[in-house]
């Protein structure tokens, strides 16, 4: 059982960076984990995961700004966010998977461990 905990998040201006954290409990070194973000009424979608390889994937729209990392002597995982824009407003969850998985695990179904995210705000 992977129980994560983000934090981290808060309101910037276009143009600044934030880092986002998720201490997961349980985790171990086969966890595949990612970044996900919400806003209302729209899908959760995928921004950043990272597989039990430790190969690092992004979602097309955060390419060259945004950098996923994990430190596994701390079991916690980080978002660094680059060269934030207004379109990146949005409530940013972490997750985990069961088990071991590879590549671009995008599909939130595919993870079974939420935590209960953090606010993001870019304004412009």
């Known amino acids: 059982q992977v129980q994560p905990v983000e934090s981290g998040g808060g309101s910037v201006q276009a143009g600044g960076s934030l880092r986002l954290s998720c201490v997961a409990s349980?985790?171990?070194?086969?966890?595949?984990m990612g970044w996900f973000r919400q806003v209302p009424g729209k899908e959760r979608e995928g921004v950043a995961v990272i597989d039990t390889a430790g190969i690092p994937w992004y979602a097309d729209s955060v390419k060259g700004r945004f950098t996923i990392s994990q430190d596994n002597a701390k079991s916690t995982l980080y978002l660094q966010m680059n060269s934030l824009k207004p379109e990146d407003t949005a409530m940013y969850y972490c997750?985990?998977?069961?088990?071991?998985?590879?590549?671009?695990?995008?599909?939130?179904?595919?993870?079974?461990?939420w935590g209960q995210g953090t606010q993001v705000t870019v304004s412009s």
């Open positions: 997750a985990a998977g069961r088990g071991s998985g590879f590549g671009p695990l995008f599909n939130r179904n595919e993870y079974s461990f």
């Open positions: 349980g985790y171990t070194h086969r966890t595949y």
